[in-house]
Nanobody, 122 residues
Framework: VQLQASGGGLVQAGGSLRLSCAAS????????MSWYRQAPGKQRELVAA???????NYADSVKGRFTISRDNAKNTVYLQMNSLKPEDTALYYC?????????????????WGQGTLVTVSS
């Protein structure tokens, strides 16, 4: 199983980015998929998740600004990020859960992408 994350970059505050996570060797509609992020000096945190049934969960800090979605035909998970803030600056990882349901525990995710860097300037 490989997860290839892309779409990061440098954007001004208030701007938008869309991250993509293309999966190979796994079907994204079977397992729950999540986006995590880790800023320098901080712990990795869950940003958004989507279950096999399509239910979504978001960190309070991104609710109303970020949207996680899935394209089963492309076997890809997306994270649309709008109204970006400097505090959203981090390395963003996609991850596949070992099950179909939602979990905040990083230990419940068995495959991780390589990370894509998002930098938001003020």
């Amino acid at each position: 199983v490989q997860l290839q994350a892309s779409g990061g970059g440098l954007v001004q505050a208030g701007g938008s980015l869309r991250l993509s996570c293309a999966a190979s060797g796994s079907i994204v509609s079977i397992n729950a998929m999540s986006w995590y992020r880790q800023a320098p000096g901080k712990q990795r945190e869950l940003v958004a998740a989507i279950t096999s049934g399509g239910s979504t969960n978001y960190a309070d800090s991104v609710k109303g600004r970020f949207t996680i979605s899935r394209d089963n035909a492309k076997n890809t998970v997306y994270l649309q990020m709008n109204s970006l803030k400097p505090e959203d600056t981090a390395l963003y990882y996609c991850a596949r859960s070992s099950s179909s349901y939602f979990s905040r525990n990083p230990g419940d995710y068995d495959y991780w992408g390589q990370g894509t860097l998002v930098t938001v300037s003020s």
